[in-house]
């Protein structure tokens, strides 16, 4: 079956980096995208990596190794606002979205 | 990024009432959108992929005749719950497939529906 696994919940502190998990076995493999969700809105894209390696935007960088299963996002100097729930979401090879459950980061002072 | 757009944001019905949501795509075509809901504190649950011009594939569980699924034209989709029931409250999230950039998936702000 077609499995994404992230951690329910993690800590971390304001200023900080913090690195969430994501690995995945599903059919076929078209990229992973990382999605942020806070709490009673929709997500929001936050990046897509199709090719091994590390691509950065701004704070966020998303990390992805196809022969290991295994993407992060790392969010560095963490901010209040980036309290919310981290979707990894992989598109197989029927280009559907599988998503995982969700991570929900809290950030405190 | 692309822009999705839906409403209602919000949408408070008595039951037995039909409830329609609009999806659309502001600045790009989507051939594909995607029809999900998500009960608090749970993830996303697809419901349903719609297909311009074609029928709306369900996943298993959706009810076809119950959430009725009409993408028209390339910028719009519309999601029908008929006959809505209490347990059918919940937040209902579009999205739109944008092919210029790697199939993501970009998500409308999301519709929150109450049934009385």
């Known amino acids: 079956g077609q499995n994404i696994d992230q951690p329910t919940e993690m800590t971390a502190t304001e200023g900080a980096i913090v690195q969430i998990n994501c690995t995945y076995q599903?059919?076929?493999?078209?990229?992973l995208f990382w999605y942020q969700q806070h709490a009673g809105e929709a997500p929001t894209f936050l990046s897509y990596?199709?090719l091994d390696g590390l691509e950065e935007k701004g704070r966020f960088s998303s990390f992805l190794s196809r022969s290991k299963g295994y993407s992060y996002l790392l969010l560095k100097e963490l901010q209040m606002k980036d309290s919310a729930s981290y979707l990894c979401?992989?598109?197989?090879?029927?280009?559907?979205?599988?998503w995982g459950a969700g991570t929900k980061l809290i950030i405190k002072p | 990024g692309a822009v999705v757009s839906q409403h209602p944001s919000r949408v408070i019905c008595k039951s037995g009432t039909s409830v329609k949501i609009e999806c659309r795509s502001l600045?790009?075509?989507?051939?594909?959108m995607f029809w999900y809901r998500q009960f608090p504190k749970k993830s996303l649950m697809l419901m349903a992929t719609?297909?311009?011009?074609?029928?709306?594939?369900?996943e298993q569980g959706v009810e076809k005749d119950k959430f009725l699924i009409n993408h028209a034209s390339l910028t719009l989709s519309t999601l029908t719950v008929t006959s809505a029931h209490p347990e059918d409250s919940s937040f209902y999230i579009c999205?739109?497939?944008?092919?210029?950039?790697?199939?993501?998936?970009?998500f409308g702000p999301g519709t929150r529906l109450l049934v009385l």
């Open positions: 999205s739109a497939r944008d092919g210029r950039v790697g199939e993501t998936q970009y």
């Open positions: 600045d790009f075509q989507a051939t594909t």
């Open positions: 719609s297909n311009e011009g074609s029928k709306a594939t369900y």
């Open positions: 599903t059919s076929g493999f078209n990229g």
């Open positions: 990596n199709v």
């Open positions: 979401a992989v598109m197989d090879s029927n280009y559907q979205l599988i």
